[in-house]
């Protein structure tokens, strides 16, 4: 019985063997049985994980070491994986004993039928390849293609895999990258610029608005200070007067974010300052009413002539400005305008110093300028009141409240700050650097001509308080002359 069963396993295994050894089918001169698959499988799935794994430390450690930015990284990767995995089909190819010279013919015939069959394929093909060598796209680059908006996430050689803003991750393939126009909001400087159209009231003063948008934009804390924002006025609408806010940020895939957030502060910023944003509307005109009524005098709904209308009724009279603004009224024109230096300046002067300028909270009891620092700022007090005095001295000097100024004189001649500057209250300055007034000096180089006088009588009276140290005026040059050669020096003009 035990000799049976034996007899009957080997021949078991005799008949296994033959089935696995068996030839069943030969292939330019090779002929394959199920154990020579076998083989090719198993070495073909150990050649594979050795390659990943290679690929996996050159991505990790090898490109991450070199501080490779991630999207080059994904390619060189990407590149390094395929070469490896055909580099490893033949070696096992060979290993397996297989003649691969046989098998040229063979390997002609399916690629024309391949090419033919599959020529969509083929196409994204060597597109991966062109995206991957040329990185006009990189991974973690924002891009926009057709409708879709969204984040690299990865590259291969057939599609590209798009997260999109819902976080939904989109397979798009790579033919569309070649064929089609794609914007790359991240390619290079990822900043980039947003409009932001805003309809206001006809009567509306320009500046009020301007004021109110850029007031907007720069308590946004996404919108960048350098580019600053500015404001244009496109038009005269049907119905409003049309402005667009433009502003930069550096994270375009949270430009929707933004513009909402822009939004927001937009509404409130107009409806403090109590401008309107009209609702779509028509003028309508009658012409010869004195026809019409006598058409329809005999009707129960009698439309009177002009000439009956009393003139109080149809010119209502206008309400007198007798009454002055309050500071807590007025706009920032208007508190630059009490500046002596601004004064003269015109609207235009006033609104790019504006644009340039940015409101800042310090709280009580807190030290905005100290004696002796650099003068890089002037202030105008919005709100609250400081209070102004010398170390040095050991002297108070002065109170100042909403609509005053200071820190100008040290900003303008380039010296250091002559007193100490406190807060004695929550206050809000409206604050105008070095580099702002720069860029204001430059683009209106008259106004340098203004300061200047206003300095060489405002300098008088600040040494007669001990504040300004003499400074040596070479010759017999007039103070104002030297001024505004200082000036000059001191900002590029």
Same mark, same amino acid.
């Given at each position: 019985?035990?000799?049976?069963?034996?007899?009957?396993?080997?021949?078991?295994?005799?008949?296994?063997?033959?089935?696995?050894?068996?030839?069943?089918?030969?292939?330019?001169?090779?002929?394959?049985?199920?154990?020579?698959?076998?083989?090719?499988? #198993? &070495? +073909? *799935?150990?050649?594979? @994980? $050795?390659?990943?794994?290679?690929?996996?430390?050159?991505?990790?450690? /090898?490109?991450?070491?070199?501080?490779?930015?991630?999207?080059?990284?994904?390619?060189?990767?990407?590149?390094?994986?395929? #070469? &490896? +995995? *055909?580099?490893?089909? @033949? $070696?096992?190819?060979?290993?397996?004993?297989?003649?691969?010279?046989? /098998?040229?013919?063979?390997?002609?015939?399916?690629?024309?039928?391949?090419?033919?069959?599959?020529?969509?394929?083929?196409?994204?093909?060597?597109?991966?390849?062109? @995206?991957?060598?040329?990185?006009?796209?990189?991974?973690?680059?924002?891009?926009?293609?057709?409708?879709?908006?969204?984040?690299?996430?990865?590259?291969?050689?057939?599609?590209?895999?798009?997260?999109?803003?819902?976080?939904?991750?989109?397979?798009?393939?790579?033919?569309?990258?070649?064929?089609?126009?794609?914007?790359?909001?991240?390619?290079?400087?990822?900043?980039?610029?947003?409009?932001?159209?805003?309809?206001?009231?006809?009567?509306?003063?320009?500046?009020?608005?301007?004021?109110?948008?850029?007031?907007?934009?720069?308590?946004?804390?996404?919108?960048?200070?350098?580019?600053?924002?500015?404001?244009?006025?496109?038009?005269?609408?049907?119905?409003?007067?049309?402005?667009?806010?433009?502003?930069?940020?550096?994270?375009?895939?949270?430009?929707?974010?933004?513009?909402?957030?822009?939004?927001?502060?937009?509404?409130?910023?107009?409806?403090?300052?109590?401008?309107?944003?009209?609702?779509?509307?028509?003028?309508?005109?009658?012409?010869?009413?004195?026809?019409?009524?006598?058409?329809?005098?005999?009707?129960?709904?009698?439309?009177?002539?002009?000439?009956?209308?009393?003139?109080?009724?149809?010119?209502?009279?206008?309400?007198?400005?007798?009454?002055?603004?309050?500071?807590?009224?007025?706009?920032?024109?208007?508190?630059?305008?009490?500046?002596?230096?601004?004064?003269?300046?015109?609207?235009?002067?006033?609104?790019?110093?504006?644009?340039?300028?940015?409101?800042?909270?310090?709280?009580?009891?807190?030290?905005?300028?100290?004696?002796?620092?650099?003068?890089?700022?002037?202030?105008?007090?919005?709100?609250?009141?400081?209070?102004?005095?010398?170390?040095?001295?050991?002297?108070?000097?002065?109170?100042?409240?909403?609509?005053?100024?200071?820190?100008?004189?040290?900003?303008?001649?380039?010296?250091?700050?002559?007193?100490?500057?406190?807060?004695?209250?929550?206050?809000?300055?409206?604050?105008?650097?070095?580099?702002?007034?720069?860029?204001?000096?430059?683009?209106?180089?008259?106004?340098?001509?203004?300061?200047?006088?206003?300095?060489?009588?405002?300098?008088?009276?600040?040494?007669?308080?001990?504040?300004?140290?003499?400074?040596?005026?070479?010759?017999?040059?007039?103070?104002?002359?030297?001024?505004?050669?200082?000036?000059?020096?001191?900002?590029?003009?």
């Amino acid at each position: 019985m035990v000799n049976w069963i034996i007899k009957q396993t080997q021949h078991l295994l005799n008949v296994f063997g033959e089935i696995f050894t068996k030839d069943l089918f030969r292939v330019g001169g090779n002929e394959f049985s199920l154990n020579r698959l076998a083989q090719l499988l #198993l &070495l +073909s *799935a150990i050649a594979y @994980l $050795i390659s990943r794994r290679v690929n996996e430390w050159i991505k990790l450690r /090898l490109l991450g070491r070199l501080k490779f930015h991630i999207g080059t990284r994904e390619a060189i990767a990407s590149v390094m994986g395929y #070469l &490896l +995995s *055909a580099l490893s089909f @033949l $070696i096992v190819l060979e290993s397996t004993g297989i003649d691969l010279s046989s /098998l040229t013919v063979v390997a002609g015939v399916l690629g024309i039928g391949i090419g033919f069959g599959l020529q969509n394929i083929a196409s994204n093909f060597i597109s991966g390849i062109t @995206l991957l060598f040329e990185q006009p796209i990189k991974v973690g680059d924002y891009i926009q293609v057709d409708d879709l908006f969204g984040t690299v996430e990865k590259i291969s050689i057939r599609s590209t895999i798009v997260r999109s803003l819902d976080g939904v991750f989109v397979i798009v393939p790579n033919i569309r990258f070649v064929e089609t126009n794609i914007i790359n909001w991240s390619y290079q400087d990822p900043k980039s610029r947003l409009h932001i159209p805003v309809g206001i009231a006809y009567g509306t003063d320009p500046a009020s608005v301007t004021e109110a948008l850029l007031s907007a934009a720069r308590k946004e804390p996404d919108v960048l200070s350098d580019p600053p924002p500015k404001v244009w006025f496109q038009g005269f609408g049907e119905s409003a007067l049309d402005f667009r806010l433009l502003v930069w940020i550096d994270e375009p895939q949270n430009s929707d974010p933004i513009k909402s957030a822009l939004n927001f502060r937009i509404e409130c910023e107009l409806r403090q300052r109590g401008i309107e944003i009209p609702f779509p509307q028509r003028d309508l005109h009658i012409r010869n009413l004195d026809s019409l009524n006598s058409l329809f005098k005999n009707q129960i709904f009698h439309l009177p002539s002009q000439e009956t209308v009393p003139p109080s009724e149809n010119f209502p009279p206008k309400l007198e400005q007798a009454i002055p603004k309050s500071p807590n009224n007025w706009t920032l024109r208007d508190l630059l305008r009490r500046m002596p230096y601004f004064e003269t300046c015109s609207d235009m002067e006033l609104l790019h110093l504006i644009e340039y300028g940015y409101r800042q909270l310090f709280p009580g009891d807190r030290l905005i300028c100290q004696e002796n620092d650099p003068g890089d700022c002037f202030y105008i007090i919005l709100s609250g009141s400081v209070e102004v005095f010398s170390q040095r001295l050991q002297k108070y000097i002065a109170s100042l409240h909403a609509g005053e100024f200071f820190g100008e004189i040290s900003l303008l001649m380039g010296i250091p700050r002559s007193a100490s500057v406190r807060t004695l209250e929550d206050t809000i300055l409206f604050v105008i650097d070095r580099n702002d007034l720069q860029r204001l000096l430059v683009t209106h180089r008259n106004l340098a001509d203004r300061i200047a006088e206003k300095l060489s009588e405002r300098q008088q009276s600040l040494k007669s308080l001990g504040l300004l140290v003499d400074e040596e005026i070479e010759g017999e040059e007039k103070p104002l002359i030297w001024i505004r050669k200082r000036l000059n020096t001191l900002f590029g003009i």
